[in-house]
């Protein structure tokens, strides 16, 4: 198995790629249902963000370090470039929900705590007033993950379909 990104995502991006996706979903749903699911749901909800925050560090270290295969041939500069921002904003939104999300906590004087393990940094004092200002940061900021993840899956999807490119395989299978 290929382990860098020469040629194509190698074995470490596409495992961290999938495997972010996967728990994306389920913690959308533990976020969005909390109200409706067992007394405890939240501590789950919050022990995977910071999962999924510890592993979003992992990634893009990984990814700067492995870099990333060169463009298919025949897709115009301007798509790379739409790409690339769309990567980017991926990334600032894949720290920055969870980030909101500690914060909230904190503001709420709720110490978060990792699957009842240890407990993480107070990162700032209690405050009712940023308490709420935060939670509503934390939803805009999902459905914004939400917004720019769908457009990515649009864009994936019309090479796979119309243009019948390697898109999509490459970070299936790598090839
Ligand atoms: C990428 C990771 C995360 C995603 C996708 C996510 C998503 C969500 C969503 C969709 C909601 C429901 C928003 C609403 O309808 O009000 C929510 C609520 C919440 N999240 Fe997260 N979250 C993430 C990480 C975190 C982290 C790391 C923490 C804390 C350390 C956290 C703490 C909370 C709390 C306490 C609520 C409940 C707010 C309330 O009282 O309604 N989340 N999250
Ligand atoms: C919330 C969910 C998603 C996030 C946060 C996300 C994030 C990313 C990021 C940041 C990249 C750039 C590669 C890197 O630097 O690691 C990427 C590439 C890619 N993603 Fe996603 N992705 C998501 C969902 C999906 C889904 C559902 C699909 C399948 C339809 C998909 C297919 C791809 C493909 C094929 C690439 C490679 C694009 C290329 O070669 O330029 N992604 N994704």
Redesign the pocket.
Known sequence: MTLKNTGT?GGV?RS??WL??AL?LVQGTLGLFHDDLPRGTIRLHVSLGITILALAVA?LAW?LYAG??A?LAGIPAWQLRL?GFG?FL??L??FAVPITGWLMSDYGDHPVRWFGLFELPHLVAPDDAAHEIMEGRHEQLFWA?VVV?LL??LA??HHHLFRRNA??T???RGS
Do not use: D, E, K, Q
């Open positions: 995502w991006s961290f790629h972010i996706v994306l990634r990814r990333r295969p463009p790409a990567h991926l990334y939104l894949l993950l993840a990515h899956v994936v999807v898109t999509l490459r970070m299936l």
